[in-house]
């Protein structure tokens, strides 16, 4: 499961195998998680035409015109989806941490429906809202779609994983996420021909808000990097063939904290011709349903303890959190 520098987990060979095999791997996933929340997953199914079609128009719809890049732009400050250009956001503020604004754009989509029957306004006005698309390249929202299926699969598939790493029955979860409010996230960390400002990264240090989180690096790429149990920043590692996978918030939150939400950050690139490299990626936010309540899981309790928080509810909790990091306008 493990190779010298990441661990790996290779989801096809979980699924194939035996109960009692698979609890086994759980143990695994459950010492990772104990540890570092970061893990790479490998035969995860997922077409590699899918992927590669979201890239591509992902890419080319970066390397548009910013005039062209502004028609897909979100209408305010705060809407989530949409166009995000250079220095609109600084995720460190999530962690009530001053800092000058990443120095990154994205583009952003969420659900691709309403559940029927949903009336609660705030959920109708930020995980609902419409995704601005963009009329440029071609075929963009339909690559897009696509992966985000995908993507939302392939989460719910992990989640039986993680259920069974806690010793639970393996659809312990879906109930929470049968309307999950996921979002993904094309990432562009452009060229960096002036200098960042004192403190400024690609990616502030932050943690992630929902469930868990599917990235896909560029390959070969460095920058994203998390803070080890010791305190040190260690880097990540593209792995051929396979997606990052991190912890977030509500799932430590749901686990006492018996899984690491890891801070982690994008940083610079070493300065000069050599250093100052384009870097894409996407990052899929699988969160749980709008109104499910996040609280301990009573196995992760200790006999006598309390539980470390109070219970949220996962759409407030997201909907605080990701206001928290928009950047001031110019």
């Not at 079609?53 to 390397?63: G, I, V, Y």
């Not at 991190?246 to 250093?275: E, F, K």
């Not at 470390?308 to 990701?322: I, Q, T």
């Amino acid at each position: 499961m493990t190779s010298a520098d990441f661990p790996v987990f290779d989801l096809a060979a979980y699924e194939r195998a035996p109960t009692d095999k698979r609890r086994a791997l759980g143990e695994e996933v459950d010492a990772i998680c104990r540890t570092t929340g970061f893990l790479a997953v490998s035969g995860h199914g997922v077409a590699q035409t899918v992927i590669d079609d979201a890239w591509n128009a992902a890419h080319a719809f970066f390397h548009l015109a910013a005039e062209d890049k502004a028609k897909a732009r979100a209408p305010y400050a705060g809407y989530p989806y949409g166009y995000l250009g250079p220095e609109s956001e600084a995720l460190a503020k999530s962690r009530n941490e001053d800092s000058p604004p990443d120095l990154k754009e994205s583009f952003n989509g969420g659900p691709a429906s309403v559940p029927e029957g949903l009336t609660d306004e705030d959920a109708l006005a930020f995980c609902y809202a419409a995704t601005i698309w963009p009329e440029r390249p071609v075929g963009f929202r339909e690559a897009w779609q696509a992966y985000y299926a995908e993507m939302e699969d392939l989460a719910a598939r992990i989640m039986r994983v993680f259920a069974t790493a806690l010793k639970l029955p393996e659809d312990y979860f879906e109930a929470a996420i049968s309307r999950p409010i996921s979002a993904l996230r094309a990432l562009n960390y452009p060229e960096q021909a002036i200098a960042p400002k004192p403190g400024q990264l690609r990616a502030g240090a932050h943690t992630d808000y929902g469930s868990l989180t599917i990235l896909l690096p560029q390959a070969g790429s460095g920058g994203l990097e998390i803070r080890d149990p010791s305190g040190e920043w260690r880097p990540v590692p593209p792995v051929p063939g396979a997606f990052i996978i991190n912890i977030g918030d509500l799932m430590a939150l749901w686990t006492n904290d018996r899984w690491v939400s890891t801070l982690h950050r994008v940083v610079n690139p070493p300065p000069g011709p050599s250093g100052s490299t384009r870097r894409q990626s996407f990052a899929f936010f699988h969160q749980p349903n709008w109104d499910q309540e996040i609280a301990c899981i009573p196995s992760c309790l200790e006999p006598g303890a309390e539980p470390r928080y109070e219970p949220v509810l996962s759409g407030p909790y997201l909907m605080s959190k990701f206001r928290s990091t928009v950047a001031p306008a110019a």
